[in-house]
């Protein structure tokens, strides 16, 4: 299989194809997740710090690559720390509204100049389209120099996207909902868009409430590598961390930890009856595919679950929508198949 060559050149980051015995259907994680918070809300830069230490001490639950300093991924979910933000953007030349009347998301861009240029004004494009406004980018600080050699030669441009609320927008949840129309049609955009470093582009997070930072990265390089979260301003009441383990799984930056908004996770193996479901014909285009052919199963499930939430669903009932792990089996008996119940 061509592993070494293709993370060796930086070049091709998609997935091989089926050969031999691997088939990219068949990627899977067995990750290890965190939390912690404060009950009463009250937001601190311990907090994130707690978060961090939690993901060092789940490094058991994560994998090294052949050259001992390259990890499957890892990521931490906090709150949208404002106060930070605001200075950080006064730095870039413009303003942010007051908190819930602007979204940041993280957005893992091309290398090559040219082809990052081209995908931030499809951004651009897509955000005016859908009635919001383009408040800014900020190129979000890195130190390259903590990755190993397999994660660096796949490193993307790291950016953040500012989005301000439009007119039109009703209230918070609107906004979220919006939100994820515009994340799904950038997605949409950057796989048709013929550019050869196309699978590059990524939105790791996109929302008025919560940011993420994450990457192909080991447990204990997560704080050294993005400086932002070593800023003293940088506050949250909690913070979500996980740590990817996988399995059959070819690691790159983008199916680093999803960070999913159900904080369970399993082993879901039996995800593939839930892709079932997602890939089900929406009567938008622009949202199709809902969900990747192949990809981590905490991704499935955070996708399935926004889609599910977006469209009015409780979350209580996104999670019903997931068969249960008999329905893989042809001699599995009827009571066992009909373990989850359908809602309309």
């Not at 001699?331 to 809602?343: E, F, I, K």
Request: aromatic content about 8%.
């Amino acid at each position: 299989m061509v592993f070494h060559k293709r993370f060796k050149s930086g070049k091709d980051l998609d997935l091989p194809t089926a050969q031999g015995l691997y088939d990219p259907v068949f990627e899977h994680d067995a990750c290890g997740v965190g939390m912690v918070c404060n009950l009463n809300g009250n937001r601190s830069h311990q907090i994130i710090q707690n978060g961090l230490q939690i993901l060092v001490n789940l490094m058991h639950r994560g994998a090294y690559g052949c050259d001992a300093s390259t990890g499957d991924g890892a990521g931490i979910l906090i709150q949208m720390p404002h106060a930070f933000l605001t200075e950080a953007c006064q730095n870039e030349g413009f303003r942010l509204p007051q908190e819930g009347d602007y979204a940041c998301g993280a957005v893992f861009l091309p290398r090559d100049a040219d082809q990052c240029q081209t995908l931030m004004e499809m951004c651009a494009a897509v955000v005016k389209a859908e009635g919001q406004t383009l408040l800014g980018w900020r190129r979000v600080p890195v130190r390259p120099e903590v990755l190993g050699g397999l994660s660096r030669a796949a490193e993307p441009a790291i950016y953040q996207i500012f989005v301000g609320r439009g007119a039109a927008i009703k209230d918070r949840p609107h906004f979220e909902r919006k939100l994820y129309v515009i994340r799904k049609v950038m997605e949409r955009h950057a796989r048709v868009s013929g550019l050869a470093q196309r699978g590059r582009f990524h939105i790791p997070s996109l929302s008025s409430r919560t940011l993420v930072y994450k990457g192909m990265l080991l447990a204990d390089q997560i704080e050294p590598y993005f400086a932002d979260l070593s800023h003293p301003a940088m506050k949250s009441a909690l913070a979500l961390v996980h740590q990817r383990y996988s399995t059959n799984t070819f690691p790159t930056w983008d199916l680093g930890p999803s960070l999913p908004v159900s904080l369970s996770q399993r082993r879901n193996q039996h995800l593939a009856g839930q892709c079932q479901l997602d890939e089900r014909p929406s009567a938008d285009v622009s949202f199709q595919p809902v969900r990747r052919r192949y990809g981590q199963t905490a991704a499935h499930r955070h996708t399935g679950c926004q889609r599910f939430g977006c469209s009015g669903q409780r979350f209580g009932i996104a999670l019903l929508y997931r068969p249960t792990a008999a329905t893989l089996h042809h001699d599995a008996d009827s009571r066992s198949l009909a373990g989850t119940p359908h809602h309309g």
